[in-house]
C-alpha cells in the first residue's frame, strides 16, 4: 500500500553508523516536494526528526542528518546510541495521488 | 506551543460509522498555511495518512479510502473531526492527527502529533 518503499530492518553496533533508504518515484520525491523523517519508539507517536530533505527540528541530535537524490532519500544515524532504537518512517507529497505518503518503516536495532 | 488531542470511541462493531475529534491548541486553522491531517497504524504496521484540512477549507484524502473519509473543521472550537463510513475489522488501528507545517495546500510535513487513540472495530 506504502509507495515509499525502506528496507525492512537495519542494525548496527553502538558508535556505528547506520543509514535507512527511501525510494519513491518521479510523483513523491522525484518532485519538488521535500521528504520528511519520523522516529517513533515502541509505543509512541512518531517525532518530526528530519525536516525539508535535510534539516533537523530544534532539539534533534545532529547525529541525524539527510539526503535526498532523485527519486531517493536517505536518513543517517551516525554515533548510534541505545536510544536511537526505534522504527523510522520517511514521508513526502503524491503529486500524482494528491495527497501524503509514507513510507513502509525501517526498524533500527542497537546491537 | 503546538499540542493535538485525539478522541472517540474505543470501540466500534462492523458497518458503524466513526468520528473521531481533534482537538488543538498553540495555532488556528484560520491562519495562512495552517492545517491539520490525520494517520493511522494499525497494530504492528506502518504509518498511513489518510485526510488533510487546510486553512483555506480545501481537503485532501487517501485515494484508497477517499469514499469512506470526511473531514470537517470548527475554527471556533480549535477542532478538527474525521469520519470514515463502513468500518471493518482491518480499520483497527491506533489514529493520530497531527499539524501539518506548510506554506501552501500541498506538501509539508506532520511536525506535532497527538498521542493518538486506539479503535478496535469487533462484532
Known amino acids: 500500500q506504502s509507495v515509499l518503499t525502506q528496507p525492512p530492518s537495519v542494525s548496527g553496533a553502538p558508535g556505528q553508523r547506520v543509514t535507512i533508504s527511501c525510494t519513491g518515484s518521479?510523483?513523491?520525491?522525484?518532485?519538488?516536494?521535500?521528504v520528511h523523517w519520523y522516529q517513533q519508539l515502541p509505543g509512541a507517536a512518531p517525532k518530526y526528526v528530519i525536516s525539508?530533505?535535510?534539516n533537523r527540528p530544534s532539539g534533534v541530535p545532529d547525529r541525524f542528518s539527510g539526503s535526498k537524490s532523485g527519486t531517493s532519500a536517505s536518513l543517517a544515524i551516525t554515533g548510534l546510541q541505545a536510544e536511537d532504537e526505534a522504527d523510522y518512517y520517511c514521508?513526502?507529497?503524491?503529486?500524482?495521488?494528491?495527497?501524503?505518503?509514507f513510507g513502509t518503516g525501517t526498524k533500527v536495532t542497537v546491537l | 506551543q503546538i499540542t493535538l488531542k485525539e478522541s472517540g470511541p474505543t470501540l466500534v462493531k462492523p458497518t458503524q460509522t466513526l468520528t473521531l475529534t481533534c482537538s488543538f491548541s498553540?495555532?488556528?486553522?484560520?491562519?495562512?498555511?495552517?492545517?491539520v491531517g490525520w494517520i493511522r497504524q494499525p497494530p504492528g504496521k506502518a504509518l498511513e495518512w489518510l485526510a488533510v484540512?487546510?486553512?483555506?477549507?480545501?481537503?485532501r484524502y487517501s485515494a484508497s479510502l477517499k469514499s469512506r473519509l470526511t473531514i470537517t473543521k470548527d475554527t471556533s472550537k480549535n477542532q478538527v473531526v474525521l469520519t470514515l463510513t463502513n468500518m471493518d475489522p482491518v480499520d483497527t488501528a491506533t489514529y493520530f492527527c497531527?499539524?501539518?507545517?506548510?506554506?501552501?495546500?500541498?506538501?509539508?510535513?506532520?511536525?506535532?502529533w497527538g498521542l493518538g487513540t486506539l479503535v478496535a472495530v469487533s462484532s
Open positions: 484540512i487546510y486553512w483555506d477549507d480545501i481537503k
Open positions: 497531527a499539524h501539518r507545517l506548510g506554506a501552501s495546500s500541498t506538501g509539508g510535513a506532520f511536525d506535532v
Open positions: 514521508q513526502c507529497y503524491d503529486t500524482s495521488l494528491s495527497g501524503y505518503v
Open positions: 518521479s510523483s513523491n520525491i522525484g518532485t519538488v516536494y521535500d
Open positions: 525539508g530533505n535535510t
Open positions: 498553540g495555532f488556528s486553522l484560520t491562519t495562512s498555511g495552517a492545517g
